[in-house]
């Protein structure tokens, strides 16, 4: 059966891959970077500004937008894509982490989990079925499936519960998506037991899903122990499949797992970083709250067109970060934006020329090697 989304994988470097991915907004080369639109926007950030900085893929949040505007209106509106503007490509996730992330406002049950709201403390229940059909109003592109998503260091049987509550609730999430011009994504879960994470594949995969993501990592663990566990889980998914890792927005990070075969990443880091007055360059990050770029009035980044770098000193960002103007959060944002663009523009590049390897270790050399 054809699936609205799907990925053509080109030209391959060790596990690392190019592709393309087709959507019903159209296609996405990947690997890629996806910008999250916790409310149905990039905070600061135009769909006009999104696609000058090379973003192609822009993530909405159900729960968010479940609790507000909620997913009757924007479905009266005709979905994300009118509501917000963005005509590109989307996802929404299923609401899932930020519910769990909350654990003292939530309780569990097989029916799915009961929560309340951050904004008015009213009381709400997330279902497979509900999180399904709230998706579907909100008319994303990719959906996901409603998953637990345990902290890396709950115990093994809490891990063995959770996995298998998850497989359970993919299954009927599967069984109650209903709309053709939408794909499903599935889950992997298992924590940081190889064994568990092995079971999760498994069963994950046995559900046929159009694409598959990676959960419960980058949530606390450290670095070597959520490579061991990708490194586990991504090769080991249908080839034919787009690869999604929830929830790494850092460079270093990003890189890394495009060398075990991620596909799609997200992450708030780049934006949330921008409102504090952090710009990502490749010799690392500028505080640019700092007192040395009081008279830099050199460009914010040389190697980078963007409006901010382009078109303002570091002097002037700087100025505008430290008075908290509104124009340095979305300079800067936008900045950063482009930056993870470009970082995958060029991780791209590298694995089509069969050097992503020398690529990767001489790009983190010099992002972590110098002292900010």
């Not at 519960?161 to 299954?171: D, I, K, V």
């Not at 890189?255 to 880091?269: A, H, P, T, Y």
Request: charged share 25%; glycine share 10%; proline share 6%.
């Amino acid at each position: 059966m054809s699936t609205p989304v799907r990925i053509e994988v080109g030209k391959r470097d060790g596990e690392a891959r190019v592709g393309l991915l087709h959507t019903p907004h159209g296609v996405v080369e990947t690997p890629t970077f996806m910008p999250v639109g916790t409310k149905g926007t990039v905070k600061g950030l135009t769909p006009g500004d999104l696609r000058s900085a090379g973003a192609r893929v822009v993530l909405g949040n159900t729960y968010h937008l479940y609790l507000r505007p909620g997913p009757d209106v924007v479905r009266e509106a005709g979905g994300l894509h009118s509501f917000g503007g963005w005509k590109g490509p989307m996802l929404t996730d299923s609401g899932g982490y930020q519910v769990f992330s909350l654990s003292h406002q939530r309780k569990l049950s097989e029916e799915g989990v009961r929560f309340s709201s951050v904004y008015d403390g009213s009381s709400h229940q997330f279902t497979p079925e509900l999180t399904t059909r709230v998706q579907e109003d909100l008319g994303a592109d990719i959906a996901m499936v409603l998953d637990e998503c345990p902290p890396a260091n709950a115990p093994r049987p809490y891990h063995e519960e959770s996995l298998r509550r998850t497989a359970r609730w993919a299954e009927r999430c599967r069984q109650a998506h209903t709309r053709e011009d939408q794909a499903l994504f599935g889950i992997v879960q298992g924590g940081l037991f190889p064994d568990l994470r092995e079971e999760s594949l498994r069963r994950t995969v046995d559900l046929d899903f159009p694409g598959y993501a990676v959960g419960g990592l980058s949530v606390g663990e450290s670095r070597e122990e959520m490579l061991e566990m990708l490194a586990l889980v991504a090769p080991n998914l249908p080839a034919e499949k787009p690869r999604y890792f929830m929830g790494i927005g850092d460079p270093v990070g990003i890189l890394q797992v495009i060398s075990l075969g991620v596909d799609m990443f997200d992450c708030v880091l780049p934006t949330r970083l921008a409102r504090h007055g952090m710009a990502l360059t490749a010799d690392g990050r500028l505080n640019l709250r700092n007192s040395r770029f009081r008279r830099d009035f050199g460009p914010l980044d040389p190697e980078c067109p963007c409006e901010a770098c382009a078109d303002y000193s570091r002097a002037y960002l700087s100025h505008l970060v430290r008075e908290n103007e509104l124009l340095a959060h979305r300079l800067v944002t936008l900045h950063n934006v482009r930056f993870m663009g470009e970082l995958c523009r060029r991780a791209r590049e590298a694995i089509r020329e069969g050097r992503y390897g020398a690529f990767m270790h001489g790009w983190i050399s010099r992002y972590t090697g110098r002292p900010r």
